[in-house]
């Protein structure tokens, strides 16, 4: 490659239909590197950087695996390849202050027989969609659009789309606000009638209504993490540790609701805490906490 390219998430996996291999524009196939930001305080930084992304792929291939229906992993050909979606930091207010340097949304082919990928296309977003969650039925994704301005307002975005089961290609439905700056997270309700996102720089996690259509509504309920931060510097971490940052307020970092769907668990990088919610399904509430885990 080129340049060095910082991605985000691995999304998922699902059969596709056979087409030839596009050539990537850098004459690359998924290829991801991580690329040391220049003045790095913490030197092994980049290093723990790429085996958290290492160890991000690993689950979640490990994730798709369980969840596919058996069935369906019987009967599907060995040799019939299977389809990837990449988030990435697409936008000049990358990460962490760095600039983003992916085009969007990267749709990949993976050979199961050898596990290699290759592009076929790219869904323009310049909003860093950082993060990627489907519904229950598979037919629509959600991207977490990871800035700190939508519409004037300091706030990133959450994006829906229709995903065409043939291709994998992927049609924008709308954007709205995720009620928050700088969307790190968000997943998708049991239910698939809501969206569940936290907002890393603005230390809320909001609920979105899913629309018949798959598109999405304005928030149906905000939540602010109140309370104490944690200590700023971990005294155990190693260097290059996530540990020694993002102590200074809340920062809501990821957001899931429990298999039932009547409890929504969402983790505080800035506090060190686990909030549990009760999930009102009808209002589209978080009703009372009903616990903070230390």
């Known amino acids: 490659m ?46 723990a950087r790429l085996h958290l992304a290492i160890m991000r792929l690993l689950l979640v291939f490990l994730t798709v695996a369980a969840a596919l229906p058996m069935p369906a992993q019987q009967n599907r050909p060995s040799n019939r390849p299977l ?16 600039r983003g340097n992916g ?4 749709l990949f082919q993976i050979d199961p027989s050898n596990g290699n990928l290759s592009q076929r296309e790219v869904i323009p977003n310049g909003s860093n969609p950082s993060c990627l969650a489907l519904d229950p039925s598979k ?31 992927l049609t924008l439905l709308n954007t709205v606000s995720s009620q928050g700056a700088g969307p790190a997270h968000l997943s998708v309700h049991p239910s698939g ?20 259509d798959g598109s999405l509504g304005p928030a149906t309920d905000v939540k602010k993490d109140e309370g104490s931060v944690s200590r700023a510097r971990s005294a155990t971490a190693p260097p290059g540790s996530f540990a020694f940052s993002g102590h200074d307020r809340p920062h ?21 805490r686990i909030f549990i919610w009760k999930f009102d399904a009808e209002k589209g509430a978080l009703a009372s906490i009903s616990t903070v885990l230390p």
């Open 83 to 98: 389809l990837a979606y990449v988030g990435t930091y697409s936008s000049p207010q990358g990460p962490e202050g760095s």
């Open 193 to 212: 009638k809501h969206v569940l996102v936290a907002n890393y720089g603005g230390g809320t996690v909001a609920v979105l209504p899913v629309r018949p």
């Open 2 to 47: 080129t340049k060095a390219t910082r991605m985000g998430r691995l999304l998922f996996l699902v059969p596709a239909a056979t087409r030839d291999k596009p050539r990537g524009r850098d004459g690359c196939y998924g290829q991801v590197a991580v690329a040391e930001r220049p003045g790095n305080p913490y030197p092994g930084e980049a290093r």
């Open 252 to 272: 809501a970092h990821m957001i899931q609701a429990d298999p039932s769907g009547k409890f929504v668990l969402a983790s505080d990088l800035g506090m060190d």
């Open 139 to 169: 037919t629509h994704l959600y991207s977490a659009n990871e800035t700190s301005t939508f519409e004037g307002a300091n706030s990133g975005s959450v994006s829906a789309y229709l995903i065409d089961r043939s291709t994998g290609h």
């Open 103 to 106: 085009q969007g949304i990267y």
